[in-house]
């Protein structure tokens, strides 16, 4: 059983700055594999990143690679998701999700979200040019 709580989103301008909170309970987030996913408007929800954290793996949407950085704090079991130099293109409703499960390689390094059956509520960011 694990629970996923959003926060932190929000308005920023252009090139700009936020940072997301995904808190977890029911579960260790060091012990899942967790992501961060986003739908703008009008669009299908596409992956963000993606992060094995006992295998070290991370791996980010090339939209986002060296500006979007996910990190954790194990005593809060929080994930967060650090956002710099946004664009409007980021605007969307970002969910926090887990994989309570086995992910095969092949799924976790697709942009698919198979295998993430645990999701937050999603959290507004609006990018404003």
């Known amino acids: 059983q694990v629970q996923l709580v959003e926060s932190g989103g929000g308005l920023v301008q252009a090139g700009g700055s936020l940072r997301l909170s995904c808190a977890a309970s029911?579960?260790?987030?060091?012990?899942?594999?967790m992501g961060w996913f986003r739908r703008a408007p009008g669009k299908e929800r596409e992956f963000v990143v993606k992060?094995?954290?006992?295998?070290?793996?991370?791996y980010y949407a090339d939209s986002v690679k060296g500006r979007f950085t996910i990190s954790r704090d194990n005593n809060k079991n929080t994930i967060y998701l650090q956002m710099n130099s946004l664009n409007p293109e980021d605007t969307a409703v970002y969910y926090c999700?887990?994989?309570?499960?086995?992910?095969?390689?092949?799924?976790?390094?697709?942009?698919?979200?198979?295998?993430?059956?645990?999701w937050g509520q999603g959290i507004q960011v609006t990018v404003s040019s």
């Open positions: 999700a887990a994989a309570l499960r086995p992910v095969s390689s092949a799924a976790f390094f697709s942009p698919r979200e198979d295998g993430f059956d645990s």
């Open positions: 029911g579960r260790t987030v060091s012990s899942s594999i």
């Open positions: 992060c094995n954290w006992s295998a070290g793996v991370t």
